[in-house]
């Protein structure tokens, strides 16, 4: 059998285990992508292995914080750990959103360990056409 070796990995590992896992006072940061989309600004998080109820979401005036815990399966009696490599404890992350974004109307949806915010441009964000008062007839500029 071919074996690959990543001379990484175990240095990764041992570091996890000097840190140990995320704690409520010291969560760890959970890997994210953000991207914009038509019109919305969308946010997905990788949380493999959490349960939808374990996910805590706030919104305070421009601060998104998502917070999520990963507790280690229920073994049992006769059950000795040969390998632990997937992280467990708390997970935090917190975003500043643009003032041109719709915190009202944020949504969330979890689906194959991935958690994804939608969050809608604000209307007032839009671009918008204004109309130019021009003697006593209007013309249309776009902006």
Known sequence: ??????????????????????????????????????????????????????????VERNMLTVRAERRPAAKADDVAMELSERPLGVFSRQIVLADSLDTE?????????????????????KPRKISVGVGSGHQEISG
Do not use: C, H, N
């Open 1 to 58: 059998m071919l074996m690959r070796t990543d001379p990484f990995r175990e240095l990764d590992r041992l570091a996890q285990q000097l840190v140990g896992p995320g704690t409520w006072s010291k969560p760890s940061v959970m890997p994210m992508d953000a991207y914009r989309e038509g019109d919305e600004f969308v946010v997905a998080f990788d949380l493999p292995g959490v349960s939808p109820e374990a996910i805590d979401i706030d």
């Open 105 to 125: 109307r944020i949504e969330a949806g979890y689906d194959a360990g991935v958690l994804t915010l939608r969050i809608p441009i604000a209307e007032r964000a």
